[in-house]
Structure formats: C-alpha cells, structure tokens
C-alpha cells in the first residue's frame, strides 16, 4: 500500500459551510492543501469526500496521518 506524501506538519484553518461538499485531499500531492486538485491520479488514493453539517472554522490535516482523516488531531506532533 502506497503512503501519502507529508503535506505539512501543521492543520491549515478552512471555513467550512453547512451543506456544502468538500474533498479533502488523501495523498498529499495536491497543490490546493488541504483540498483535493486532482494529484492522485495514477495513484492508489482518492480523496476523502464529506458534507459540512455545520459552518464552522476547522483545521484540516495536512500531515495525512490524522486517526480522524480530513480533520487534525495532532499526530504532526511525533513525525520526523
């Protein structure tokens, strides 16, 4: 299985909007972190579709090693 390329060690703060679709990139290859560009193709990934069930401000991992994908949790913290 192949692994996804270190984006950045830090969340990135988007506004998400109630009802709206996002895709949040799962490769780490898109130019448009944390959003998906389309960069995976040719790859094993797709990105991570959802729905915002509410508008909020939210921080989006960018390290791809979330235990919570799309959303951070920290894990930035212990990569090398």
């Known amino acids: ?3 996804p390329k ?4 830090a969340p ?3 506004e998400l909007e ?3 679709r996002y895709s949040w990139c799962t490769c780490g290859l898109s130019e448009k972190q944390p959003f998906c560009d389309g960069a ?3 790859t094993s990934f797709t990105p991570l579709k959802f729905e ?3 508008t909020k401000t939210a921080h989006l991992c ?3 090693a979330s235990s919570n994908p799309g959303f951070c949790d920290g894990s ?5």
């Open 1 to 3: 299985m192949e692994k």
């Open 6 to 9: 270190i984006a950045g060690k």
């Open 12 to 14: 990135i703060a988007v």
């Open 18 to 20: 109630k009802g709206k």
């Open 40 to 42: 995976h193709r040719g």
């Open 52 to 54: 915002a069930t509410e």
């Open 62 to 64: 960018t390290c791809k």
């Open 76 to 80: 930035h913290k212990s990569l090398d």
